[in-house]
Every structure is written in structure tokens, then in C-alpha cells.
């Protein structure tokens, strides 16, 4: 789904390192969400936002930050990264009030702090 | 916390057999039940979901079922190939404001 990109794909970094990960989307979603996949744990919330002024946490905020810059566009911020954030990382998208509560992944983000 | 369990973790059938994946969540209030397939190095994509007004929903070889009694819900895949061999998510929305919590995922194998 080309609707939804993420940048980046991949990414290495070290402990204590500030990392920014982003997400766009051109599907005129207003809820946008950021997952993290860890193998065994599922896909667990981090953060999600129902529109540029409102933004949540979710059950794993800690060590996290967002930014809704646009209605197009969530950031995902870690400010001093630590091992235990290595992970797959999801950016997700889904209309308000549509009949259905679907929500559009984009590709991922495999970040790897040393 | 409000949790969705998810059995089995790894489930391996003969093509042409039947696999069917459990769930159960804990907010009575969960109103909608999407299942996801994750293949190897993709993203999840909804496959079949389910609201809490229906029992039962059909899409050729995928069914679900919801049972809001016992809060339990399965995913039933019928006539197994091996390109249904991925990883099966559930999930359930919960309070407040009806995120999605997520199982911990299934994965499971169709052999030739």
C-alpha cells in the first residue's frame, strides 16, 4: 500500500543517539498510530493521534515521542535510543467515523540501536 | 490492562487441511474484531474482520466467528495452500477511544 511510506527503511544506531522516524500518508486519513513488532509480543501501541491538536499514549509510551506535523504526517521520536528499542516499527492509518475501523499499515521501519 | 490472547503461536497443516486460530479479549466492550496476515518481511494487511453484531462472516476460504458471551472469537481457514502460510494477527478494539490491542500473532505453515 503506497498510501502509507515510512521513512526509514532501515536504521542502525547506537545507544544514546536521537532517532526520528516518519511517517506519510496521502490517503486523507485523520488517525494516524505508530506500533512496535517484537517477535513473540505482537503489534504493541506506542502513540496515536485523531488529528494535528490530539495526540495519546499508548500501552509502551516510555522512551517515545511523537510529532504530528500535518494531518498527513506522524514522527516518531526516540530521544536517546537503548538497545531494548530495537525493534520493527509500524506506522498505521485509518479514517474517522468510516464504516469500517481498518486500519492501513505502512512498510516499517527495522531499527537497531547497538 | 485490557489484553487479547491468541492461540496457537505456531500452527503447521498439510495443504488442503483446515487451520483455525483462537482469540479471546477482556473488554466487554469491544466492538470490532479484524484479523491481519503478516507475510515474511511485509506489513500486516487486513484479511477478514468482524463487528459484535454479527456471529459469523465469510470470505471464500476465511470465516470468523464471535462468540461475545464467552468474548472469544477464531479465524477459520479452509482448504490451506502454501501461500497462506504467514503470521495471523487478531485484534480487538478497547477503551478509551477504541484502539486496536493486538494478539501476540500466530504463525502458521502450510506444507505441500
Known amino acids: 500500500d503506497a498510501d502509507v511510506t515510512q521513512t526509514p527503511r532501515n536504521r542502525i544506531t547506537k545507544t544514546g543517539k536521537r532517532i526520528m522516524l516518519e511517517c506519510s500518508q496521502t490517503?486523507?486519513?485523520?488517525?494516524m498510530y505508530w506500533y512496535r513488532q517484537d517477535p513473540g509480543l505482537g503489534l504493541r501501541l506506542i502513540y496515536y493521534?485523531?488529528?494535528?491538536?490530539?495526540?495519546n499514549k499508548g500501552e509502551i509510551s516510555d522512551g517515545y515521542s511523537v510529532s504530528r506535523q500535518a494531518q498527513a504526517k506522524f514522527s516518531l521520536s526516540l530521544e536517546s535510543a537503548i538497545p531494548n528499542q530495537t525493534a520493527l516499527y509500524f506506522c498505521?492509518?485509518?479514517?474517522?467515523?468510516?464504516?469500517?475501523?481498518?486500519?492501513?499499515f505502512g512498510p516499517g521501519t527495522r531499527l537497531t540501536v547497538l | 490492562g485490557e489484553n487479547v490472547e491468541q492461540h496457537p503461536s505456531t500452527l503447521s497443516v498439510q495443504e488442503g487441511d483446515s487451520a483455525v486460530i483462537k482469540c479471546t479479549y477482556s473488554?466487554?466492550?469491544?466492538?470490532?474484531f479484524p484479523w491481519y496476515k503478516q507475510e515474511l518481511g511485509k506489513r500486516p494487511q487486513l484479511i477478514i474482520d468482524?463487528?459484535?453484531?454479527?456471529g459469523e462472516k465469510k470470505d471464500q476460504r476465511i470465516a470468523v466467528t464471535l462468540n461475545k458471551t464467552a468474548k472469544h472469537f477464531s479465524l477459520h481457514i479452509t482448504e490451506t495452500q502454501p501461500e497462506d502460510s504467514a503470521v495471523y494477527f487478531c485484534?480487538?478494539?478497547?477503551?478509551?477511544?477504541?484502539?486496536?490491542?493486538f494478539g501476540t500473532g500466530t504463525r502458521l505453515l502450510v506444507s505441500p
Open positions: 468482524i463487528r459484535s453484531n454479527v
Open positions: 490517503k486523507g486519513h485523520d488517525r
Open positions: 485484534a480487538a478494539t478497547m477503551s478509551p477511544f477504541q484502539k486496536l490491542v
Open positions: 473488554d466487554s466492550a469491544s466492538n470490532y
Open positions: 493521534s485523531f488529528d494535528v491538536k490530539d495526540i
Open positions: 498505521a492509518t485509518r479514517i474517522k467515523d468510516s464504516g469500517t475501523n481498518e486500519q492501513f
